[in-house]
């Protein structure tokens, strides 16, 4: 696959790093969001990063300023017809996603590679509004996307395997390490990590240990980097208690239905460290206050 120009959807946290990846990988990069506000926000996340490498000596001055002007930021939909590769990354909601690959497969150039960056819907029905589905994968990232090697490739029922191979490439192509998952909810690694952050969740709801005893536990018994509770605040416990739900819908099974306290602080608005609280409460730099 000989792609030279990347559209990407979504100029969040995660869709900002996923930009901040292409470019870094050489690619001509498109980063979109509804409106130039929240444009100018991945905007500001990527230069900070890029200067924070550039400042630890990560990168050059040069390299900096080379990935900076691979970056275009933009609101329309105009430049989707240029690209090789178009990445959506927005939030995860099923509808949203199919609304804009039902606006967007249309204008896309034949034989480009369309992509949802999905944590847990379904590849097939996403794709169901795209006029080729076979061009149609999973590229899902992890979050910080400029720091994991992994990403996920997930495969649609009308993937292509030229699809699969093309996807492949470009993750390789952007330092990527990849893996391949059929079309289940949650597919490889959250099938197994999220449900672990529930079960967590019920643990300490259930009195049975502290947040630090739970999270101790997990790093030292088993050689995690930190804590499932931990975890979940970093990730977000919306984001957690949603790749839940999808689980408890899609598999019909008790098992994956997420703990109570789980929904009760989504409903609170206690969503981990965007908020400054969660299972811990953190300062405006997210670092835990004690």
């Known amino acids: 696959m000989n792609a030279k120009t990347v559209f990407v959807i979504g100029a969040g946290a995660m869709g900002a790093g996923i930009a901040q990846v292409v470019a870094t990988g050489g690619f001509k990069v498109y980063l979109n969001d509804v409106t130039m506000d929240r444009v100018a926000r991945g905007q500001k996340q990527i230069t900070n990063n890029i200067n924070r490498n550039v400042t630890k000596g990560k990168m050059t001055p040069e390299e900096g300023t080379a990935i900076l002007g691979r970056l275009t930021y933009t609101d ?3 430049k989707v017809a240029e690209a090789d590769v178009v990445i959506e990354a927005i939030f995860e909601n099923l509808d949203a996603k199919k609304a804009i690959f039902q606006k967007i497969g249309p204008m896309a150039k034949e ?20 006029p080729h589905p076979e ?3 999973g ?12 990403v996920e490739l997930v495969v649609g ?3 292509s395997p030229e699809t699969i191979a093309d996807a492949m490439e470009f993750g390789k192509k952007l330092g990527k390490d990849p893996v391949v998952s059929k079309d289940s909810p949650g597919f490889l690694v959250n099938r197994c990590l999220v449900v672990m952050l529930n079960e967590a969740i019920c643990l300490y709801s259930e009195g049975v240990g502290s947040a630090e005893d739970i999270d101790k536990g997990m790093m030292l018994g088993c050689n995690h980097p930190m804590g499932p509770l931990t975890l979940a605040d970093m990730v ?3 984001i957690v208690s ?9 598999f019909a099974d008790s098992k994956y239905r997420p703990a109570l306290l789980l929904r009760k602080m989504v409903e609170a608005g206690t969503l981990g460290i965007k908020t400054g609280q969660g299972f811990y409460k953190y300062d405006a730099n997210g670092k835990k206050v004690k």
Do not use: Q, W
């Open 157 to 159: 029922l009308k993937t």
């Open 135 to 137: 061009r149609f994968i």
């Open 111 to 130: 034989g480009a590679l369309l992509a949802t960056n999905t944590s847990s819907l379904s590849l097939t029905a996403i794709g169901s509004v795209v």
């Open 242 to 250: 949603a790749v839940m739900e999808c689980f408890y819908t899609g």
């Open 76 to 78: 329309s939909y105009d």
């Open 139 to 150: 590229i899902h990232f992890f979050n910080p996307a400029p720091v994991m090697k992994l």
């Open 236 to 238: 977000g416990l919306d």
